[in-house]
C-alpha cells in the first residue's frame, strides 16, 4: 500500500517537499543523511495542546519533553509560543542546552531518577521552575544543595502509579516494578511528601506521574489521572496539604505505520482533562492545574530523515537489501525497539510499490536494519530516500558508532530552509581524543 501524504507534499516536479522545500534540493543542498522539521507542525501541535486547555478554562502547562528532541533551536522555537509552555530537561546537557538558547529558566521543569549533586547544583543555581524528586536520596541531596547555596526551589513528587501501560516493555515506566519514582502503596509517596512538606527550603507543588511512551490507549491516561486525584484527596485529608498541579507526562502515541491508528494527542488530553474535572467534583477537591509532557507528539510526526541509496544485494529467491548511507547511528529504535516506519522515494513520493525490500544501514551489523519490510518502487544507487516520522527519539539517541558522524539538521518552513545543526566531520569525532604518550 502507498503511504498516505498530504497533496501539498508533493510539488510540480512530482517530488516530496517538506514545509514547501523540495526534499531533493534539500540532500543537495545539505547532503545525507539529513534531519529535516517542518517547524509549522511542531507549532501546530503545541498550539493545539493549549487550545484544548484553554477551551476547557483549565490551568494549564504544556512542558515539552526535551529528550525526544534536544537542540537550540527547538527552545528557541517553543520560547515565544507562551507562558504556558515549559520544558523538561534530565540532565545537565539538556538543561545547558536549553539555557544558551535562551529558554527562560522558569519554565524549566528538571527531571530523572539519579541526578547528580552537579545537576542539582546547577538546576538550583539557575533558578530552574520546579525540580521533579524522584527518590529519598534525592532529597538529601537537593536538601545540600539548597543549603549550601541558601536557596529554595518549587518542587513535585514523582509517583509510580501502579499502571502498567501497553507498550514496548523499555517504554513502560508507570509499573509498580520501575526504577522511576516513589511507589504508593508501601507508603514511600506518603513519607516523601511528609520529608518534603517540613524541609522549608522546598515548596511542594504537586504530583507527577509518567506511565509510558507511544501509548495507544485511552484508558491508561484515565486511570493514572484517577489515581493522581485520589493521592491528592489523600494528603489533603491526612496531611492537610492540597496539591495545586498534578502532571500527568508525556506518552501520547503517534501514527509511524498504516496499522497505526491513534487518537489525535489533543483528544488524549482532553479525556485527561474531563477525567480530572470529574474526580475534582466528586473528590470534592479544587481543580488543580494540570500539566502534560508531550515529547514524539510534538516533534515526532514533524520530523524526516533524508538517505542516499547506495548499495544493493539480491539473495536469489530469499530477499532484497537496500543499503542507504545512515542506519542505527542516526536511528536506533529500528534495532531496539523493532520500530517501524514508512520510506517514499523523494523524486516520486507516490510511484506504486514495485518491490518489498529490508531496507539496511552502512553500520558493521547485520541488526542494523531500518526496516525490514519496505514498500519502495524500484530504487537505483543515488536515489534519495525520505523515512517520515522520524522527528523523536532519532537524533537525541544518534551515536558515532563505526566513527561515522552525526547527520546535519535543518528547519523548514513556508518554502525556506535554515541549517540548525551542522554535520559533525570526522575532525570532530577525533577532537576529544588525546595521543598516548606512555610509549
Ligand atoms: N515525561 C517523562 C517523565 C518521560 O520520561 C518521557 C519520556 C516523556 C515525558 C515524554 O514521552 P513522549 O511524549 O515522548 O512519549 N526512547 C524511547 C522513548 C523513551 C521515552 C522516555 N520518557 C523511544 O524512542 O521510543
Redesign the pocket.
Known amino acids: 500500500m502507498n503511504v498516505q501524504l498530504q497533496p501539498a507534499q508533493v510539488n510540480g516536479a512530482g517530488h516530496l517537499t517538506i514545509g514547501g522545500v523540495d526534499t531533493l534540493k534539500l540532500a543537495e543542498q545539505y547532503g545525507t543523511p539529513l534531519m529535516v522539521y517542518d517547524v509549522n507542525q511542531i507549532v501546530n501541535q503545541v498550539e493545539n495542546f493549549k487550545r484544548v486547555f484553554e477551551e476547557r478554562g483549565v490551568d494549564y502547562v504544556v512542558s515539552y ?1 526535551s ?2 528532541f534536544a537542540i537550540k533551536a527547538i527552545y528557541q522555537l517553543l520560547k515565544p509560543l507562551g507562558a504556558h509552555v515549559h520544558a ?1 530537561v ?1 540532565s545537565a546537557g539538556e538543561m545547558y542546552t536549553a539555557l544558551s538558547a535562551g529558554f527562560p529558566a522558569e519554565r524549566l521543569t528538571f ?1 530523572g531518577n539519579n541526578k547528580s549533586y552537579q545537576e542539582l547544583s546547577m538546576a538550583v543555581e539557575h533558578h530552574l521552575g520546579t525540580i ?1 524528586i524522584d527518590n529519598f536520596h534525592e532529597i538529601e541531596l537537593l536538601d545540600e544543595v539548597l543549603n549550601e547555596q541558601n536557596a529554595t526551589t518549587d518542587v513535585m513528587l ?1 509517583i509510580t502509579p501502579g499502571i502498567a501501560a501497553h507498550t ?1 516493555q ?2 513502560a ?1 508507570g509499573q509498580v516494578d520501575s526504577k ?1 519514582g516513589f511507589d504508593l502503596d508501601s507508603g514511600q509517596a506518603d513519607k516523601a511528601l511528609q520529608e518534603v512538606l517540613t524541609n522549608p527550603r522546598m515548596k511542594m507543588r504537586g504530583v ?1 506521574v ?1 506511565i ?4 495507544f490507549e485511552l484508558n491508561g491516561f484515565q486511570l493514572a489521572a484517577r489515581k493522581l486525584m485520589g493521592v491528592i484527596a489523600h494528603w489533603a485529608n491526612d496531611y492537610g496539604y492540597q496539591a495545586e498541579i498534578i502532571n500527568v ?5 503517534i501514527r509511524y505505520v498504516s496499522a497505526d491508528h491513534p487518537l489525535k494527542p489533543e483528544e488524549f488530553v482532553a479525556a485527561i482533562i474531563d477525567t480530572v474535572k470529574e474526580e475534582a467534583q466528586q473528590l470534592g477537591l479544587k481543580l488543580p492545574a494540570i500539566w502534560i ?6 516533534v ?1 510526526p514533524a520530523g524526516y530523515t533524508l538517505y542516499t541509496v547506495g548499495s544493493r544485494k539480491d539473495i536469489p529467491n530469499l530477499r532484497s537489501y537496500v543499503s542507504v548511507d545512515g542506519g542505527m547511528g542516526d536511528n536506533i ?1 529500528p534495532a ?2 523493532q ?1 517501524e516506519y514508512e520510506t517514499v522515494l523523494a523524486n516520486d513520493p507516490q510511484a506504486p510499490v514495485a518491490e518489498h525490500v529490508r531496507l539496511a544501514g552502512k553500520y558493521c551489523e547485520s541488526g542494523d536494519i531500518l526496516a525490514q519490510y519496505a514498500a519502495l518502487p524500484k530504487t537505483k544507487p543515488g536515489d534519495v530516500l525520505a523515512m517520515l516520522d522520524t522527528g ?2 532519532g537524533y537525541t ?1 544518534a551515536s558515532n558508532y563505526n566513527r561515522n558522524p552525526r547527520p546535519a539538521v535543518v528547519f523548514v518552513k513556508d518554502g525556506q530552509s535554515q541549517l540548525v545543526v551542522k554535520r559533525e566531520t570526522v575532525e570532530d569525532l577525533a577532537r576529544l581524543d588525546q595521543s598516548y604518550r606512555l610509549g
Not at 509510558?212 to 501509548?215: F, H, K, T, V
Not at 507526562?249 to 502515541?253: D, K, Q, Y
Open positions: 519533553a529528550k525526544a523538561d534530565v527531571h521533579v514523582r514496548h523499555y517504554t515506566t522511576f507527577h509518567h509510558g511512551s507511544q501509548i507526562g508525556g506518552g501520547f502515541g509532557e508531550p515529547g514524539r507528539s510534538i515526532g529504535r531496539l525497539y520500530a523523536a527519539y539517541m
